[in-house]
């Protein structure tokens, strides 16, 4: 398939170019460029909504080997704006499988810019920095593609969490489950619903901008805050909400930007990260037990602190760090029953050694109930 595609292109904003071939959309498509480690799990990777406008890129060799299929998208459609490999495979092999991979990316209007040389461009990537590319159609920039990386606008200041949200309020999980809990949607994945079915907790998962009171009004046992894209800082409405919220002492929950929100509401704030955390093999520590985490996560963005609390939020205390860089990975109020983590509990794709958190906000639910 590859070898007879057209010739394509990735040139990233300071000017390195990588050459390949081009599979789907000619282009061109401009979006930040950041690097997955992810071994498996192609298909949840490429329909996560907390990679809506990214183009990604695959430090597995290759991709496709096993096809797609109908259980494991994260969301309806995917959400990648690109996606970049060292090797597309031709076919495809898997009991499970329901198509190939290029056919579902087409769905979505993904270009795939493959035979690219993926180790040099993620070595580049971890020492210059994530940052905008264009990929395009070619063995060199048109003109076009360059007026489209210069009008591409930075991650950073971008609300995304409004354009992935759901629109209207939905039901997710059994009518009679001993307990009900408000999903804010800032680009939710179907795993973490599948979890909470599996704990025997109903979801109303509601929009990023639903009002406090409508939530309140609900009578919940408890609030979870979910993933999502973009820069949490730009997602204005949502801190006020949250606060409100939790003030009632609503049981809360938060993960990777429902993470970041917490943070902010409480007086902390969030910084952008050199090239971010994303894959399934990033080890957290928690700070109370001292137990390592093998963790799955997608983030660019993290909340300023450190072992010894969060700046700005002294209400805040930090649960978890990650090893490698010290950033902070989980975060509890101190008096409230409000707590969240930067990674992701539920993985798909990754390792589950978090899983037992949605235990922990069960627990909490109890409590609420007495």
Request: charged share 20%; glycine share 10%.
């Amino acid at each position: 398939m590859a070898t007879q595609s057209p010739k394509g292109f990735l040139l990233l904003e300071d000017g390195t170019l990588f050459l390949g071939r081009l599979v789907g959309e000619p282009g061109p498509t401009v979006a930040e460029v950041v690097f997955t480690t992810n071994m498996t799990g192609y298909q949840e990777t490429f329909s996560d909504p907390s990679f809506r406008g990214q183009i990604v890129v695959m430090t597995a060799p290759q991709i496709g080997n096993y096809g797609v299929n109908t259980e494991d998208p994260e969301s309806a459609h995917p959400q990648v704006a690109g996606v970049v490999c060292r090797e597309l495979s031709p076919t495809y092999s898997n009991w499970r499988a329901t198509g190939s991979l290029p056919e579902w990316l087409a769905t979505g209007r993904v270009p795939v810019l493959t035979e690219v040389d993926t180790r040099r461009l993620t070595k580049h990537l971890r020492n210059v920095g994530v940052m905008r590319g264009v990929i395009g159609v070619g063995d060199a920039p048109t003109k076009s593609a360059l007026a489209a990386l210069e009008s591409c606008p930075s991650m950073a200041g971008l609300d995304l969490a409004s354009v992935v949200s759901t629109r209207e309020p939905y039901e997710w999980g059994k009518d009679d489950a001993p307990y009900h809990i408000v999903a804010y949607d800032y680009g939710i994945k179907r795993n973490i619903l599948r979890l909470f079915d599996a704990h025997g907790i109903r979801v109303t998962v509601v929009p990023s901008d639903m009002p406090a009171a409508d939530v309140l009004a609900m009578d919940p046992d408890g609030v979870f805050l979910s993933n999502g894209p973009g820069d949490p800082e730009a997602v204005t409405y949502a801190p006020s909400t949250i606060r409100q919220i939790a003030e009632q002492r609503v049981p809360m929950f938060g993960i990777c930007l429902g993470h970041q929100l917490l943070g902010i509401t409480f007086g902390g704030r969030t910084a952008k990260m050199p090239f971010g955390h994303r894959g399934g093999n990033q080890p957290v520590k928690d700070l109370e037990t001292g137990q390592v985490l093998i963790t799955s996560q997608n983030h660019g963005f993290a909340v300023v602190g450190s072992p010894e609390g969060v700046e700005g939020a002294p209400d805040l205390a930090v649960t978890h760090i990650n090893l490698n860089d010290g950033t902070v990975e989980g975060l509890k109020h101190r008096t409230l029953p409000v707590f969240a983590v930067q990674y992701h509990p539920e993985a798909a794709p990754g390792p589950h050694d978090a899983v037992p958190l949605f235990d922990q906000f069960l627990t909490a639910l109890r409590n609420r109930r007495g």
